[in-house]
């Protein structure tokens, strides 16, 4: 999705709102760029604090967040409050998303093709935004953010960079929902991300005082 320097590669940046949230929310529901939305319930956008710089990107909505309209609120989602509590980071002050906003048919992985679809939603979320550090959670956010080439069981806690973006890739929750042996990782991981924040948060407040 992104270029070397940072920038979005393709895709028409059909003119979704990227400097007022709430009206970017209010057109996103109305999309129908692409054919998922006549098979899914509604369009779940991201949520959360768009103050706080950093932002956790999954694939898709699955069959409970297409129910509720909200990201990560099945099982995975579970799974990943509690790690988000173990390592005391609140959900409410970090913003989640996904690529895709529609869930896939019998939550399959979404086409490259879907995720260009949805890629203008994504780039006005995280224009708006503007975070310091992206959080690609699982191989298809990792392919479609950072490199299509790169495997998450190698990429999984390593810096990326592009242009003014940081990327941390880490497991899917979902992942480890099916293999609880790969939670130590995501653990390191995830104490990463903690410093990461602080770090966000520290050069923050230093900006508060300049
Ligand atoms: N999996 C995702 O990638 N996103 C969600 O919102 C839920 C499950």
Known sequence: MFNEQGKVKQ??????????????KMKAQKCERCHLRAKCRQVVMGEGNTRRKIMFIGEGPGGDEDRQGRPFVGRAGQLLNKIFSAVNIKR?????SNIVKC???????????????????????????????????????????????L??????????????????????????LRNSNMKKYAWRDFKLIKKAIKRIDALKSSEKDL
């Open 92 to 96: 409410e002050n970090i913003y989640i």
């Open 151 to 176: 495997a998450i069981t190698r990429a999984r806690g390593q810096w990326y960079n592009k242009g003014k973006l940081y990327f941390l890739p880490t497991f899917h929750p979902a992942y480890l």
């Open 103 to 149: 869930r896939p048919p019998d939550n399959r992985v979404p086409t490259w093709d879907e995720m260009d679809a949805c890629a203008p939603i994504l780039a006005a979320e995280i224009k708006i935004i503007e975070p310091k550090v992206i959080v690609p959670l699982g191989s298809t956010a990792l392919k479609y953010l950072v490199d299509d080439n």
């Open 11 to 24: 895709v028409s940046m059909i003119n979704y709102p990227d400097d007022n949230y709430e009206e970017l």
